[in-house]
């Protein structure tokens, strides 16, 4: 039986983003981008209501047809 990880929400925003300009968060992202896909075989994963719901309204602000 594998362990089980709780997802949190910047691990998902990071590994989901376009690419940064900001170096630092950059380095966050292929970071993740590298690590998350072997965590995701050693590990089982779960990803909450809460964060589906943080990385989906903050999708809907920023996506297509987004106000502002």
């Known amino acids: ?3 089980r990880i709780d997802v949190e929400t910047t691990v998902v925003r990071y590994f ?3 690419p940064s300009r900001d170096l ?3 380095g966050h992202q292929e970071a993740t ?4 896909p072997r965590l995701g075989d050693q590990y089982e994963t779960y990803v909450s209501a809460l964060v ?6 903050r999708r809907s602000r920023t996506g297509p ?3 502002g």
């Open 33 to 36: 981008r590298q690590l998350w």
């Open 24 to 26: 630092v968060i950059a």
């Open 52 to 57: 589906h719901e943080e990385t989906g309204e």
């Open 1 to 3: 039986m594998k362990r």
């Open 16 to 18: 989901m983003a376009k």
């Open 65 to 67: 047809g987004a106000a």
